[in-house]
């Protein structure tokens, strides 16, 4: 009986048209929730008022202690773009360019996009995790009964250390994934020091650095609103605040790929 | 004074206050009971604001919070304190700063008055010495108890307390109804009481209410309710597993 029961929720064309229109709500309103906690955000941070001792704290979580993590995965990165782009290179006899697409890919996509990610993975978590907890324990209530405004007090320190990190992570990121690419130039490839350097840097132009810079802005503003948001919408006890941390990882990582395409064609007109 | 006028309020399909009609006279303590989720912490929440209803009004002093600008709603908001029914203690906070909470974000007191007064409060609950723990390291019903002197540091002139003495022991829950008592005479506070506990409800009542099927079914001085003749609300006061509440259950659960 039960069994039939499952069977004709799959062939029934209704209960197909309800998942459909219940994942259209659930879309439109998440949207709908980032924008309006975005706007909202924004709207107090120009009355000022800043919470710099918690947002200084919120920076030393969201960018020192992941330090290590950029550093590992910018440096691979570049190690194994150096490998790869000379492997292709090699076939053209033109390998001394291996510096240039290290240094100009790093800057212009590959640095922002996976700091974002990892960032997303590691900072958007907690965030969500962290708030997740608030909001099912009562304590954004008790914030608002102690006429405390919850945005204020938890979302902006967030958004603000999370966008200057990213920033800063992000130069990092291109820098240490460059001396990935040297480590492979130089000794394994053969390569002089001189010229993985003076090439490097000459590749690039104020253009590169200046996308790469305004992408990681854009993504740590958006990992830090996700990440607020979906905490702020956890209910149920545990089992909610791991659903709002797994969506809250979920969207910005789909957010970042998604305006990361967009930003590439947009730079790429103008 | 306040006035809870006609309000609703719905969770998706779950229509928890039905139009709650309820007066609270200036320096009264009034004491709500009710089943366990008949939307007592909900009305709470409404009266300082988290929630909003979809219908009707709340009025404080013949001021509708809902219409204020935001700046003076937080100043609004400072003449009312709650305790949650858990707690509600950040986590993240040492005693301290959960206790002296409204002082260091809304005050310039320097911090020797704020932690003179948190010690003040925390003596006004019983607590000693705990100002530099953690939440995390203290027993359920010392965290109540946190909280209550985090709901009263600010000196309010409302104080909803949402289970005070659930989860303590016969003596602190005394000292908390002396309390409650006590900052009624001297500060002439409004108090609302949410409390499953009858002892402590006659105690420290000027006025009970009952809530029952998202209205409220009787209000009444602590004798009147007493003597009430509605089965409803004996049925509740005597505790009995049998009665009108129980058999309309019974009818619901039988129909599905
Ligand atoms: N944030 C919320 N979202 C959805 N439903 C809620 C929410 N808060 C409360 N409810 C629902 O409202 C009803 C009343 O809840 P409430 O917490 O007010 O009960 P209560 O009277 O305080 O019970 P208790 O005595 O056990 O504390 C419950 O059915 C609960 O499921
Ligand atoms: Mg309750």
Same mark, same amino acid.
């Given at each position: 009986?039960?069994?039939?029961?499952?069977?004709?929720?799959?062939?029934?064309?209704?209960?197909?048209?309800? /998942?459909?229109?219940?994942?259209?709500?659930?879309?439109?309103?998440?949207? !709908? !929730?980032?924008?309006?906690?975005?706007?909202?955000?924004?709207?107090?941070?120009?009355?000022?008022?800043?919470?710099?001792?918690?947002?200084?704290?919120?920076?030393?979580?969201?960018?020192?202690?992941?330090?290590?993590?950029?550093?590992?995965?910018?440096?691979?990165?570049?190690?194994?773009?150096?490998?790869?782009?000379?492997?292709?290179?090699?076939?053209?006899?033109?390998?001394?360019?291996?510096?240039?697409?290290?240094?100009?890919?790093?800057?212009?996509?590959?640095?922002?996009?996976?700091?974002?990610?990892?960032?997303?993975?590691?900072?958007?978590?907690?965030?969500?995790?962290?708030?997740?907890?608030?909001?099912?324990?009562?304590?954004?209530?008790?914030?608002?009964?102690?006429?405390?405004?919850?945005?204020?007090?938890?979302?902006?320190?967030?958004?603000?250390?999370?966008?200057?990190?990213?920033?800063?992570?992000?130069?990092?990121?291109?820098?240490?994934?460059?001396? !990935?690419?040297?480590?492979?130039?130089?000794?394994?490839?053969?390569?002089?020091?001189?010229?993985?350097?003076?090439?490097?840097?000459?590749?690039?132009?104020?253009?590169?650095?200046?996308?790469?810079?305004?992408?990681?802005?854009?993504?740590?503003?958006?990992?830090?609103?996700?990440?607020?948001?979906?905490?702020?919408?956890?209910?149920?006890?545990? /089992?909610?605040?791991?659903?709002?941390?797994?969506?809250?990882?979920?969207?910005?990582?789909?957010?970042?790929?998604?305006?990361?395409?967009?930003?590439?064609?947009?730079?790429?007109?103008? | 004074?306040?006035?809870?006028?006609?309000?609703?309020?719905?969770?998706?399909?779950?229509?928890?206050?039905?139009?709650?009609?309820?007066?609270?006279?200036?320096? &009264?303590?009034?004491?709500?009971?009710?089943?366990? #989720?008949?939307?007592?912490? =909900?009305?709470?929440?409404?009266?300082?604001? +988290?929630? &909003?209803?979809? $219908?009707?009004?709340?009025?404080?002093?013949?001021?509708?919070?809902?219409?204020?600008?935001?700046?003076?709603?937080?100043?609004?908001?400072?003449?009312?304190?709650? %305790?949650?029914?858990?707690?509600?203690?950040?986590?993240?906070?040492?005693?301290?700063?959960?206790? #002296?909470?409204?002082? *260091? $974000?809304?005050?310039?007191?320097?911090?020797?008055?704020?932690?003179?007064?948190?010690?003040?409060?925390?003596?006004? =609950? #019983?607590?000693?010495?705990?100002?530099?723990?953690?939440?995390?390291?203290?027993?359920?019903?010392?965290?109540?108890?946190?909280?209550?002197?985090?709901? +009263?540091?600010?000196?309010?002139?409302?104080? %909803? *307390?949402?289970?005070?003495?659930?989860?303590?022991?016969?003596?602190?829950?005394?000292?908390?109804?002396?309390?409650?008592?006590?900052?009624? &005479?001297?500060?002439? =506070? +409004?108090?609302?009481?949410?409390?499953?506990?009858?002892?402590?409800? *006659?105690?420290?009542?000027?006025?009970?209410?009952?809530? *029952?099927? #998202?209205?409220?079914?009787? =209000?009444?001085?602590?004798? $009147? +309710?007493?003597?009430?003749?509605?089965?409803?609300?004996?049925?509740?006061?005597?505790?009995?597993?049998?009665?009108?509440?129980?058999?309309?259950?019974?009818? &619901?659960?039988?129909?599905?």
């Amino acid at each position: 009986m039960t069994h039939w029961q499952n069977m004709k929720k799959w062939v029934s064309v209704r209960s197909w048209l309800k /998942e459909f229109g219940r994942l259209s709500l659930d879309i439109f309103q998440g949207a !709908g !929730g980032i924008a309006l906690l975005f706007r909202d955000t924004c709207s107090l941070l120009l009355e000022g008022k800043i919470r710099w001792k918690a947002t200084i704290s919120q920076m030393n979580k969201i960018g020192v202690t992941s330090l290590p993590l950029v550093f590992l995965t910018a440096l691979f990165t570049g190690m194994v773009l150096a490998l790869q782009s000379a492997y292709q290179l090699r076939l053209f006899a033109a390998e001394k360019f291996t510096s240039d697409l290290i240094s100009v890919s790093l800057c212009r996509e590959l640095g922002p996009v996976l700091t974002a990610m990892v960032v997303a993975g590691r900072v958007g978590a907690s965030i969500a995790a962290e708030l997740g907890t608030m909001k099912v324990t009562e304590q954004i209530d008790a914030l608002k009964a102690l006429a405390t405004n919850p945005i204020r007090y938890l979302v902006i320190p967030r958004f603000i250390a999370a966008l200057f990190m990213l920033f800063i992570l992000t130069i990092y990121a291109d820098c240490i994934g460059m001396f !990935g690419g040297y480590l492979i130039s130089v000794f394994k490839l053969g390569m002089s020091s001189h010229m993985y350097i003076k090439r490097g840097i000459d590749a690039l132009v104020v253009k590169d650095v200046v996308t790469g810079l305004i992408k990681a802005f854009f993504f740590g503003g958006f990992i830090s609103i996700v990440g607020c948001y979906f905490g702020f919408n956890a209910r149920g006890g545990a /089992e909610g605040v791991g659903r709002a941390t797994m969506l809250a990882v979920v969207v910005s990582l789909i957010l970042v790929i998604s305006s990361d395409g967009l930003f590439s064609a947009i730079f790429y007109f103008f | 004074m306040i006035q809870i006028q006609g309000i609703h309020k719905w969770f998706g399909q779950n229509h928890v206050l039905q139009g709650v009609d309820l007066t609270i006279k200036e320096g &009264e303590t009034l004491v709500i009971i009710g089943r366990s #989720g008949c939307g007592k912490s =909900v009305l709470l929440k409404h009266i300082i604001g +988290i929630l &909003e209803p979809e $219908e009707g009004d709340i009025k404080i002093d013949g001021r509708s919070v809902r219409t204020m600008p935001q700046g003076e709603q937080d100043q609004f908001r400072l003449q009312l304190g709650m %305790l949650f029914q858990g707690a509600a203690l950040f986590d993240s906070l040492t005693v301290r700063e959960n206790v #002296g909470f409204s002082l *260091y $974000e809304h005050t310039k007191l320097s911090e020797e008055v704020i932690s003179q007064k948190v010690r003040e409060k925390l003596g006004l =609950v #019983g607590l000693r010495d705990i100002e530099n723990l953690m939440p995390a390291s203290l027993s359920g019903g010392m965290k109540k108890r946190v909280g209550l002197a985090r709901a +009263i540091c600010s000196e309010p002139k409302i104080i %909803l *307390y949402d289970e005070p003495t659930t989860g303590l022991d016969p003596i602190n829950a005394d000292v908390i109804n002396d309390l409650i008592l006590r900052m009624q &005479e001297q500060l002439k =506070v +409004i108090s609302i009481v949410v409390t499953h506990d009858m002892t402590s409800a *006659y105690k420290v009542a000027d006025r009970i209410a009952m809530l *029952y099927d #998202g209205k409220i079914i009787g =209000v009444g001085t602590p004798d $009147e +309710i007493k003597n009430s003749k509605d089965p409803i609300i004996q049925q509740f006061i005597t505790g009995s597993a049998r009665g009108p509440i129980t058999d309309q259950e019974k009818k &619901e659960t039988e129909l599905l």
